[in-house]
């Protein structure tokens, strides 16, 4: 297997279909091999069965079902232990990142030769609250870390599998992935891109003060 992309599923029933046309036509320019796995992280709306269908139409398609909600990282770390391609694509599946970006990320992999390219946004978006507190957090982990996380780091990377397979091999019981990213070593290397934004997102100040708090203790 060429390539493997990897999602994660939460309240994401509205926009699993077009995430799979595009991650697949993204695919389809780089290689006919690759494969495109979901992670149920326990969604209670329909994505597990919007998922389903897809995978009945193209096996390529492949479902992780979590047995419960066990958080967005946890399910990341579990879809790239599924995962067999020589590169994994890691990406939400909200289309806030674009699955396009697959190819100009895999240029840059060939160009530099790192092992992970990843992305950064190239402007904090959010209100005055949600950037303030962004930076704090940012300040907070580097005053407490030998190994720095770049600001405003994204979850799309495009990853060799000798990265996914040192990267896997954390056993940490409560996940920073930002923390891991950096840990795992290898050469990295940014992409300044402009994430895009939709209402309903499901990752709540609450749920960022929760991962602060677990990330620093």
Known sequence: MDLSIVTTLYRSEGYIAEFYARASAAAARITPSYEIIFVNDGSPDESLERALELHREDPRVRIVDLSRNFGHHKAILTGLQYATGDLVFLIDSDLEEDPAWLVDFHLTLGATGADVVYGVQKRRRGGFFERVTGEVAYSIYHALLNQPIPRNVLTVRL????????LVRHRDREICLAGLWVLTGFEQVPVAVDKGNREGRTYRI????????????
């Open 159 to 166: 990853m060799t599998r000798r990265y996914v397979s040192q």
């Open 206 to 217: 609450r749920q960022r003060a929760s991962a602060l708090v677990n990330a620093v203790t």
